[in-house]
């Protein structure tokens, strides 16, 4: 009996500290605006920590039946796999974490059973309550304090964008519902308040996409359990009230330039932002690198490589980083494989739903896989048009409520497997190949924070702190990162700018050669960054005739440079600039007006000097009146109006502080 209580005590523990390190996971994944790389680690590191103790906890592990679990187990080898056909190798293992927390968590959550489940939720519950609360307040204050900084009038801070904030609340919410539907006194009162903030949060983020889903997963549940919904009537439109007075709110203490849902909902169709055309024209154009890549993909986490190749001047506004479907994204990154995965898992949850809602009555689990099971398809739904999937912080709580749901649906009497994927070993050659890759993300993550820390050193014009950092990260990154061999290429090209006339021609040619054999080092390992090629072209002028004969020379790797991303204004200014140096004038100004119609304001402050260099060429060749022209002035004084709304969002951030 001893040993029986001893073993209970340890258990609990392992599964309480898991919950904790879950927590810490979550509050690391939403501080990625400070130093990002080491609270980046920091999260998935804590995720993955928590799933083991989980794990360690649950022996002897056995998991619900069905095909969901290996699927996603499947799901997470092929991402990983990824790496070995990636165009971009650093970059696919730095992204692939992201994805690979949601199955670690949902497979290591989904074998606790009764006791052990509810404790870990208990206690993960407990502080993912303390960090909706704290996020839902922080939108407030956002919105009504400190209003410089708004995004477009629009709360996001600390998510990508407002849809990516709201489809988090929307996990919050459903599972928040599942709470106060099951639950009794002060919990329940609190699961209710909770809800209600979130309403008003989500009424003040004025995200239209959130808004959708948000409805259509409430209309989806009422049709699932009217009965509860019937029952718990009373709070339910008690919160929808505080969400309806977040809204009127928003129109009464609203400033100029914010929006508001009633704003937002009136500009859907009719705004060069629009909901609409703005993600319709991504599709259309991240089509093309489907045909380029039909089997395998471009690996995790490179759509925003190869998207400049296919983009077109109707997408204006976006960064280019996401497709804003991720199915889309997936299938260009992973091929087809990747997205039939995806179609399994929801297929099989689908049927799971089905068979659970003819074997089981309307009880307290049925009711609470009938709400998660909602809140992970708002997920899905809203993934059609955002990337909620390539959100760390979405990653981190919707594996809690899909194996709640597993759990749940499958029922407590139903037979449970004892491995994944038919046999132990099988399972244990995922667990270390899982094991393997983390310490290679580890030291790529190290790597790169080196590069990072060495561009800031290089911008201060600290030379020996940015060479000792990049070759810090190079050794550190085993060569596998090529902006590591392109930073280092800075270093033979600083020494021959610095010694000027003082170097011999023997010295320079050695200098030369180490950095072009750098430069294609980059190139080789990820061909699709323009940058490389306009920092060989730089090499290539500072070379003069030691340059060799067989290689493309400055005017031609610039003009390859913008053969692969068009928009890449420092090359297209860099190549104008060669040209009217070698008496081209007339070629260079027309470089320039080419590129008007590839200026996205993403990067203003490169479109600002852009605008003046091509504006300036233009009054001076007295073609000042041509309508191309006229229309850059107008965009220039657009871009100017984006700066300085960056600039007093960053003055109240650094007030805020």
């Given at each position: 009996m ?5 073993k ?6 392992l599964?309480?500290?898991a ?8 509050v690391?994944?939403l501080?990625?605006?400070g130093?990002?790389?080491?609270m980046?680690?920091g999260?998935?590191g804590?995720a ?10 649950a022996?002897?592990?056995?998991w ?5 679990l290996p699927?996603?187990?499947l ?5 990983a796999a ?10 696919t293992?730095?992204?692939v974490?992201t994805?690979l927390?949601f199955?670690l968590l949902?497979?290591?959550v989904?074998?606790?059973r009764c006791d052990?489940?509810l404790?870990f939720?208990r ?7 303390a ?12 919105y009504y304090?400190?209003p410089d900084?708004l995004v477009?009038g629009?709360v996001r ?7 990516a904030?709201?489809?988090f609340l929307?996990?919050a919410?459903?599972?928040?519902l599942?709470v106060?539907?099951?639950a009794?006194g ?5 699961a209710?308040?909770l809800i209600?903030?979130?309403l008003i ?6 995200s239209r ?7 259509g997963?409430i209309?989806?549940?009422?049709l699932?359990e009217p009965?509860m ?14 969400g309806?007075?977040?809204l009127i ?8 330039g914010?929006?508001t849902?009633?704003?937002?909902m009136?500009?859907?169709a ?11 024209a991504?599709?259309d154009?991240?089509v ?5 890549y039909?089997?395998l ?12 190749y296919v ?7 976006s ?10 994204q ?13 179609a399994?898992?929801?297929?099989a949850?689908?049927?799971?739903m ?12 049925r009711?609470?896989?009938s709400?998660?099971?909602?809140g992970v ?9 955002d ?5 760390l912080?979405i ?9 709640v749901?597993?759990?749940?649906a ?5 037979p449970?497997r ?9 399972d244990?050659a995922?667990?270390v190949?899982l094991v393997a890759?983390?310490?290679v993300?580890?030291q790529?993550?190290l790597?790169?924070r080196?590069l990072v ?5 290089f911008?201060?014009?600290d030379?020996?702190?940015f060479?000792?950092?990049v070759n ?9 990162n090529?902006?590591?061999y ?6 033979p090209?600083?020494i ?6 003082r170097i011999?021609d023997a010295?320079?040619?050695?200098l030369v ?6 430069l294609?080092a980059a190139q080789r ?7 490389y090629?306009?920092?060989q ?6 070379a003069?005739?030691?340059w060799p004969?067989w290689?493309p020379d400055?005017?031609?790797l610039?003009r390859?440079?913008l053969t692969?991303?068009?928009?890449y204004l420092p090359a297209?200014?860099?190549?104008a ?6 008496k ?8 320039l007006?080419?590129g008007?119609?590839r200026?996205y304001?993403d990067r203003?402050?490169e479109?600002?000097e ?5 504006l ?6 007295g073609e ?6 006229q229309?850059a002035?107008?965009e ?5 109006a984006?700066?300085?709304?960056a ?9 805020a502080?």
């Amino acid at each position: 009996m001893t040993q029986i209580s001893k073993k209970s005590f340890s258990s609990s523990l392992l599964i309480s500290i898991a919950a904790c390190l879950w927590v810490v996971a979550l509050v690391a994944s939403l501080a990625l605006g400070g130093d990002d790389i080491l609270m980046r680690m920091g999260a998935v590191g804590a995720a993955a920590l928590s799933a083991g103790l989980v794990l360690c906890a649950a022996r002897p592990v056995s998991w619900p039946s069905g095909v969901i679990l290996p699927a996603l187990a499947l799901s997470a080898v092929w991402v990983a796999a990824s790496v070995l056909w990636s165009d971009a190798r650093a970059i696919t293992i730095m992204m692939v974490p992201t994805f690979l927390v949601f199955p670690l968590l949902t497979i290591a959550v989904a074998a606790l059973r009764c006791d052990d489940l509810l404790r870990f939720i208990r206690v993960a519950g407990a502080g993912g309550f303390a960090v909706i609360a704290a996020l839902c307040v922080w939108a407030l204050v956002q919105y009504y304090a400190l209003p410089d900084m708004l995004v477009a009038g629009q709360v996001r801070e600390p998510f990508a964008n407002p849809n990516a904030y709201a489809s988090f609340l929307n996990c919050a919410i459903f599972a928040a519902l599942a709470v106060a539907f099951v639950a009794a006194g002060r919990v329940r009162m609190m699961a209710w308040g909770l809800i209600a903030l979130i309403l008003i949060a989500q009424a003040t983020i004025s995200s239209r996409g959130g808004l959708f889903v948000l409805m259509g997963g409430i209309v989806v549940l009422t049709l699932l359990e009217p009965r509860m919904i019937r029952a718990q009537i009373k709070p339910l439109l008690a919160c929808i009230g505080a969400g309806v007075a977040g809204l009127i709110a928003t129109l009464i203490f609203a400033q100029d330039g914010q929006a508001t849902m009633f704003s937002r909902m009136a500009n859907i169709a009719d705004h060069p932002d629009n909901f609409i055309l703005g993600r319709t024209a991504i599709w259309d154009a991240a089509v093309g690198i489907v045909a380029r890549y039909p089997i395998l993909g471009t690996g995790y986490g490179t759509f925003f490589l190869h998207y400049p190749y296919v983009r077109t001047p109707v997408d204006e506004w976006s960064g280019g980083f996401m497709a804003h479907n991720d199915y889309l994204q997936i299938l260009i990154e992973t091929g087809p494989v990747g997205v039939v995965v995806m179609a399994v898992i929801l297929a099989a949850a689908v049927m799971a739903m089905v068979r659970m809602r003819k074997t089981q009555s309307g009880d307290g689990q049925r009711v609470v896989a009938s709400v998660l099971f909602c809140g992970v398809g708002a997920v899905v739904a809203h993934a059609i048009f955002d990337f909620p999937f390539y959100t760390l912080p979405i990653m981190l709580v919707l594996p809690l409520m899909m194996a709640v749901w597993m759990v749940c649906a499958s029922g407590s009497d139903a037979p449970r497997r004892s491995a994944l994927f038919g046999h132990r070993y099988a399972d244990l050659a995922l667990v270390v190949a899982l094991v393997a890759g983390m310490g290679v993300w580890a030291q790529t993550m190290l790597g790169e924070r080196a590069l990072v820390t060495a561009e800031r050193l290089f911008q201060q014009d600290d030379v020996n702190g940015f060479a000792a950092k990049v070759n810090e990260g190079h050794s550190i990154g085993m060569g596998m990162n090529d902006r590591s061999y392109a930073m280092a290429a800075r270093i033979p090209m600083g020494i021959i700018v610095g010694k000027g006339s003082r170097i011999n021609d023997a010295e320079k040619q050695a200098l030369v050669a180490q950095a072009d054999n750098l430069l294609t080092a980059a190139q080789r390992h990820n061909p699709f960054r323009p940058g490389y090629y306009m920092q060989q072209a730089e090499l290539a002028t500072m070379a003069g005739t030691h340059w060799p004969s067989w290689m493309p020379d400055a005017e031609a790797l610039l003009r390859h440079a913008l053969t692969i991303d068009p928009r890449y204004l420092p090359a297209r200014k860099r190549l104008a600039v060669f040209l009217a140096q070698n008496k081209r004038g007339d070629e260079a100004y027309e470089v320039l007006k080419q590129g008007l119609d590839r200026v996205y304001l993403d990067r203003v402050g490169e479109a600002i000097e852009y605008y003046d260099d091509v504006l300036a060429m233009a009054d001076k060749r007295g073609e000042g009146d041509d309508p191309l022209i006229q229309r850059a002035r107008a965009e220039q004084v657009r871009a100017q109006a984006v700066q300085s709304r960056a600039i007093r969002k960053s003055m109240a951030r650094k007030a805020a502080e």
